[in-house]
């Protein structure tokens, strides 16, 4: 918009001054940029893994990382690093398409009960109680059994054990929220309930959405690594991080090196998820925005 | 012809000991370009009035009745709830009583009064913004184009009111209802505040219901007043006779217990003994008698009707109070 600069006073909207607020935050960039080469390298595993993840070299077998095999071959001579980078499809797209499916079913439900209350809030809760009754990996395992082992059972049936879980806390926040003197100010101005919802309530909400979606990311893949232990998602020889964690179980004492990457790989991307989170929330939150000197004097203080 | 015309308004919430009937049988005319000031102690239904012509009180557990509740000629209360979101904000504003929590954490100053102009006025873009800085400046607050991007955290108590203020008049109203406006600023605030409204009102000949307990408060702004206890108006009067030759028991115990700096020598507040009336059960008698320090024969005999005293001046008090 050419006219934007022209305009003899500022006005940015808030997303943008979000978007200024992001970097400031070292850790949630650093945890960016991290996650943001995992997936790449993920997306690209057939171009750039070095070696087949699935054909089997006996000769190969348990070598330790060296030059050729930089994080070591499986007991099946496979190279660790190139089942690494295909796993991360996998584990990947488990955690962001069931952290989506959370998101999209959890939060509506979440918003429609706590702001309307009533019938259809006894309705939809008792429902989420339902959910939350059985364990969480336990329902998972009934549900991928009901569905049938695959891939896109285990994220179905993962994002269904997740989504009530963000209903619950999503209708808290709505019921802490709507009683906030600006929600009737905004009645009292003639705003319809949409847009109460949508501009007044979950911009209120996003710091607790954000928290439990990281944490819904890192369940799971750890959930994920747990149904194909048992057999359900995952098929081998197709590789996952969390099937070659189980798998390296095995061989913990000959060749940790199976055991270490793929943890080390989960547990880089739930940090780097977390770090995100904490910086995605902050930038949100206009009342947490840091200017640039008060950053400056933290870290002249520290 | 008045802009607000209320009839025998009565508003009721459901609880599990009965119906609480917080305003019952409210009836008063509002002028175009007046100011009334509703007083009461809390608890009097003042608010409810208010929200009640609002249409804003939550049904259920509410229920709100009229006679008649005119505005500008239509009967609000036949009113579907997407034509009345049409005229709050437009024809009829409210403010409330808590600024440091009536504009939303998250979202600019700009953002909030852009929402209210697009949404009402159909402005947008470089007009819109244009008309926000204005209302900013109308409302004193300085380099109002910078202020846009700012959050309300980055604005004191007195400021938001302003932005509040801002806002509800952004449409031009009719009538602009404040709650309690000033009650969580400080003096000075309030008094530059309670200016701002004046004008701004006078200008434009916006009427205003301006609800208080502060009886100084009203006196400096209101044209007339209308005394409220448990739900009811009790007298109802202009300004200068309400207080010059207050009417009812109620508005003595109140006048007698508001600290004043312009008084005659030193003097005891007195305060209203007792408790304002339990609105479940039904009240037959005066429901201020049972702490009433004028009461006479005849308010325990019959229940209260309304007595003129003066032009536009009447109580519903049986009780003769020296002048």
């Not at chain 1, 001579?77 to 980078?85: I, T």
């Not at chain 1, 819904?216 to 959930?223: E, I, L, R």
């Not at chain 1, 048992?230 to 179980?249: I, V």
């Not at chain 2, 009229?66 to 904000?89: I, Q, V």
Request: charge should be positive; include cysteine; charged fraction near 20%.
């Amino acid at each position: 918009m050419a006219d934007a600069r022209t305009l003899p006073f500022q006005f940015r909207g808030s997303l943008v001054l979000a978007a200024r607020q992001f970097p400031r935050n070292r850790a949630a960039t650093v945890g960016f940029v991290v996650l943001l080469l995992i997936c790449l390298a993920a997306a690209l595993a057939p171009w750039i893994a070095p070696y087949d993840p699935i054909q089997i070299k006996l000769a190969m077998k348990l070598k330790p990382p060296s030059l050729e095999h930089w994080m070591g071959t499986d007991h099946f001579g496979r190279d660790v690093f190139s089942r690494m980078l295909y796993g991360g499809r996998t584990s990947l797209s488990v955690g962001l398409l069931v952290v989506g499916f959370a998101f999209a079913a959890g939060v509506p439900l979440g918003l429609l009960s706590g702001y309307f209350g009533g019938k259809l809030d006894n309705l939809l809760m008792r429902l989420v109680d339902a959910f939350l009754t059985f364990p969480p990996l336990l329902l998972a395992v009934a549900l991928v059994g009901l569905l049938g082992p695959d891939i896109k059972n285990v994220m179905l049936a993962l994002g269904l054990v997740q989504a009530p879980i963000l209903a619950r806390m999503v209708r808290g926040s709505t019921l802490a929220v709507r009683e906030d003197a600006y929600v009737m100010a905004a009645r009292a101005l003639g705003a319809s309930p949409l847009r109460i919802v949508l501009s007044h309530l979950l911009r209120n909400m996003v710091s607790p959405i954000v928290v439990q979606l990281t944490v819904v990311f890192s369940a799971a893949v750890v959930a994920e690594a747990s149904l194909s232990f048992l057999g359900f998602g995952t098929q081998p020889p197709e590789p996952s991080w969390g099937r070659d964690m189980s798998e390296a179980r095995r061989f913990l004492g000959d060749a940790p090196w199976m055991f270490l990457a793929p943890t080390g790989i989960i547990a880089i991307c739930v940090l780097s998820i977390n770090f995100m989170g904490d910086g995605l929330r902050d930038a949100l939150d206009p009342r947490a925005w840091r200017t640039r000197r008060s950053v400056a004097a933290e870290e002249n203080g520290a | 012809m008045s802009l607000l015309s209320v009839r025998n308004l009565r508003t009721r919430f459901a609880t599990d000991r009965g119906d609480v009937r917080a305003v019952n049988g409210v009836s008063f005319d509002l002028a175009e370009g007046e100011i009334l000031g509703l007083v009461g102690e809390s608890g009097s239904g003042k608010s409810v009035t208010a929200l009640s012509i609002m249409r804003l009180v939550p049904e259920p557990p509410g229920h709100v009745a009229a006679d008649s509740l005119a505005f500008d000629g239509r009967e609000l209360l036949a009113l579907s709830e997407a034509e009345m979101r049409e005229e709050r904000g437009s024809s009829m504003a409210m403010i409330f009583q808590d600024p440091m929590r009536s504009l939303n954490p998250v979202l600019t100053i700009g953002r909030q009064i852009l929402e209210v102009l697009r949404r009402h006025q159909k402005l947008d873009g470089a007009a819109a913004r244009k008309r926000a800085i204005e209302l900013l400046e109308m409302v004193g607050i300085p380099s109002a184009d910078k202020r846009l991007s700012a959050y309300p955290h980055q604005f004191s108590g007195g400021m938001r009111q302003r932005v509040m203020i801002a806002i509800a008049l952004s449409c031009n109203p009719r009538l602009l209802i404040a709650d309690e406006a000033t009650t969580a600023l400080d003096v000075t605030i309030q008094a530059q505040i309670i200016d701002l409204v004046k004008r701004l009102t006078r200008e434009r000949g916006t009427s205003v219901i301006w609800i208080s307990h502060d009886l100084g408060v009203v006196a400096g702004l209101c044209d007339r007043v209308n005394v409220m206890y448990a739900g009811n108006v009790v007298e109802s009067g202009p300004i200068r006779e309400l207080f010059h030759r207050p009417g009812h028991g109620y508005t003595l115990g109140l006048m007698g217990s508001t600290p004043r700096v312009d008084g005659t020598g030193a003097r005891r507040l007195t305060p209203i003994e007792g408790m304002p009336p339990n609105l479940i059960d039904p009240i037959e008698l005066c429901p201020f008698l049972p702490r009433c320090r004028v009461a006479v024969a005849a308010c325990r005999a019959q229940p209260p009707a309304r007595r003129d005293l003066d032009m536009g001046h009447w109580a519903t008090c049986f009780a003769d109070l020296p002048t």
